[in-house]
């Protein structure tokens, strides 16, 4: 794992890290809604991802890597459908822009289900982030432009427990089969 240092929070939605020594900028950006849990984000700070998308410069060394699920799994799967078809535009928009921009999808992982109200199981199953990361894949399937880094296999697995923030042995190997694919050589 790269230490990041100097992070900053610029707004309540971005966040900013660098590391000097391998000369690696994170920039962390929250999603437009839904949004779940107790966190409190500015309405006007927030933005769709396909916005965000034509709003950054791309190009060969820059990685985007999109995260698209956790709290989508409360909404209709028709909607998700079409931010992922908006997302995939505009992905396509930046590729054109900047060619070589590295762009990633993650899938989603499985969640711990205990101790929370019956609302989270009805909002937050498995089942339903099940159905997004088969979307993922399907939207993404034969796309050029797109790696899916399809982790829902690693976590279903997974000698742990289920969580969707899953434990730092899930973690070290996301980041290792998103960096053999960014650093092939």
């Excluded at 590391?19 to 933005?47: D, Q, Y």
Aim: net charge neutral; aromatic share 10%; charged share 20%.
């Amino acid at each position: 794992m790269l230490p990041l240092r100097n992070v900053k929070q610029h707004t309540s939605v971005l966040r900013r890290g660098h590391n000097t020594n391998w000369n690696v900028t994170v920039h962390w950006r929250f999603h437009h809604a839904p949004i779940r849990g107790s966190t409190s984000f500015n309405f006007s700070e927030l933005s769709y991802a396909a916005d965000q998308l034509d709003a950054i410069q791309g190009g060969p060394n820059t990685v985007v890597v999109l995260s698209l699920w956790a709290h989508f799994t409360a909404e209709p799967l028709n909607m998700i459908r079409s931010r992922l078809h908006a997302i995939r535009h505009a992905i396509h928009r930046l590729q054109r822009r900047d060619p070589g921009t590295h762009v990633f999808i993650r899938t989603g992982t499985t969640r711990e289900h205990t101790g929370h109200s019956l609302i989270y199981y009805l909002l937050g199953s498995d089942w339903l982030a099940y159905q997004i990361t088969e979307e993922i894949r399907e939207i993404f399937r034969e796309d050029p432009d797109v790696v899916v880094l399809d982790f829902w296999d690693m976590t279903v697995c997974q000698w742990g427990r289920d969580n969707v923030h899953p434990d730092q042995t899930v973690v070290d190997n996301e980041l290792n089969m998103l960096l053999s694919r960014v650093c092939p050589k």
